[in-house]
């Protein structure tokens, strides 16, 4: 017997092969030899256990380019079926699935969010206007990026005890301070509210709707919340942007934020189904999910529903990108040129991939000035000397680090964060391994600590 998926995954291919007879169209997109250059350059050694994965479609057809691999000492090539964190590429998945309940008569982009969530959660309103669906969608309902009761307790996984009793108490206390739909705002808590309510319509959670309505019908096989096994078997492990490996984020309550995995091969997918390149019953739902604009605060940038909306020179690309603990990624297509790239990283650097997949779809768009990873390596000091750093350090009129020692160990603690172990890479400098910053510390002339430096995210 023939299952479903498979089923799917069959005429999906024949769909493709089909549009793919057409005269192919000039493509801005290079050749794979420049991208593997591209990739060189940015991951550096191939042995780092850090890699990047590009793929390209577009009227020829898809191909996929990769550098690096999946984690240290692990041989194995990357490929399209490599799996990656892709963060807030997630929210064009829940803006999808609102665009179907949309088309399907089960909700309207009108509907205020109130109606879909229990009467106990008190949703702020302003000048007698209440938040839509729309409003969340498109990131203009008013609400912060973040909720102010936001404090995990695992740094490393910062969303995974964030629980629905607190979204609901920092929406029912929050009072906006500007008119809902005056002002675009990028808002992980407006969107993971979104992709929250549209649970509730549906009776069934995130990643249930993501697969019934956007992965079944497109065949997408490995985009999920929850890896299988034998998706964790190819996941490439992510790292910070100083070459620590830093475990995956769990993101329960804001699922729809920024919780998916997934694939080059299944992004291709998805942007082949945005492109028209395959027949899909979410066309309608795609083409509503680009057909408005709204201004944001960056120029040449707008807003569609979570799709960015890039313009130069009259040519639009359309995208969104993603960042986690340990992965940077990117998605994009030019609807003129019907070009898409998706890039994956296994290593969250300030840059990520933005700037290559900018760069594939328009040679105009220069590439970032970013160097290599550096990998960061702890060195054996006399732990005696650790007192002498021991103390506290104004950083700013609102923020002191306390540096303190457990034994062997020392530790920092930055105002209103959890104290992060600190390790030593010459008898004066350290760094943290949860995120990539280091520390130089000078001292007087007894040898005992008077300042210290931050230095993270290229600033001092």
């Not at 069959?10 to 030899?33: E, Y």
């Not at 750093?389 to 104004?394: E, L, P």
């Amino acid at each position: 017997m023939i299952s479903r998926t498979s089923l799917l995954l069959a005429t999906g291919a024949l769909l493709l092969q089909t549009a793919f007879a057409q005269p192919p169209a000039d493509s801005p997109v290079p050749p794979d030899s420049e991208i593997r250059q591209i990739l060189a350059a940015r991951v550096g050694g191939e042995n780092l256990g850090i890699g990047m994965v590009v793929g390209v479609i577009d009227a020829k057809g898809r191909r996929v380019v990769s550098y690096g691999s999946l984690a240290k000492d692990d041989g194995r090539p990357l490929n399209g079926d490599t799996v990656y964190e892709i963060g807030s590429m997630t929210k064009v998945f829940t803006s999808l699935i609102l665009m179907d309940m949309v088309q399907k008569g089960e909700v309207a982009l009108t509907d205020p969010i109130s109606k879909y969530l229990p009467a106990t959660v008190k949703v702020p309103e302003r000048n007698d206007k209440k938040i839509t669906l729309a409003d969340l969608s498109t990131q203009s309902s008013g609400l912060p990026r973040m909720p102010t009761n936001f404090t995990p307790k695992d740094a490393l996984n910062p969303y995974a005890d964030y629980s629905v009793e607190q979204m609901y108490q920092f929406i029912s206390g929050y009072q906006l301070t500007r008119d809902i739909g005056e002002k675009y705002e990028y808002s992980n808590l407006g969107v993971g509210l979104l992709g929250h309510v549209l649970t509730l319509r549906a009776g069934k959670d995130y990643e249930t709707l993501v697969r019934s309505r956007i992965c079944d019908p497109l065949g997408m096989t490995n985009t999920r919340v929850t890896l299988t096994p034998e998706m964790k078997a190819r996941l490439a492990i992510g790292h910070n942007s100083g070459l620590t490996a830093v475990p995956n984020w769990d993101i329960p309550t804001l699922a729809g934020a920024g919780a998916l995995r997934s694939t080059a091969n299944d992004m291709l997918t998805f942007l082949a189904a945005n492109l028209g390149y395959v027949k899909t019953p979410l066309a309608a739902a795609m083409a509503a999910e680009v057909s408005i604009r709204r201004p944001t605060d960056t120029p040449n940038m707008e807003i569609a529903y979570a799709w960015h909306v890039q313009i130069k020179d009259g040519k639009s690309i359309i995208w969104h990108n993603g960042g986690t603990g340990g992965y940077r990624t990117y998605m994009g297509y030019d609807p003129k040129s019907r070009a898409g790239v998706v890039v994956l990283s296994n290593i969250s650097t300030p840059e990520g991939g933005d700037d290559i997949g900018r760069h594939l779809l328009d040679a105009t768009y220069p590439l970032a000035k970013a160097e290599p990873p550096k990998e960061h390596k702890e060195v054996t000091i006399d732990t005696k000397n650790l007192d002498r750093f021991v103390g506290t350090y104004q950083l700013g009129p609102n923020a002191i680090f306390t540096m303190s020692r457990e034994g062997d160990q020392l530790f920092a603690q930055l105002t209103g964060q959890p104290k992060f172990p600190i390790f030593p890479e010459s008898d004066h400098k350290f760094f943290l391994k949860v995120v990539d910053a280091q520390l130089t510390f000078d001292g007087d002339a007894q040898g005992k600590a008077t300042q210290v430096t931050l230095h993270q995210g290229g600033i001092d």
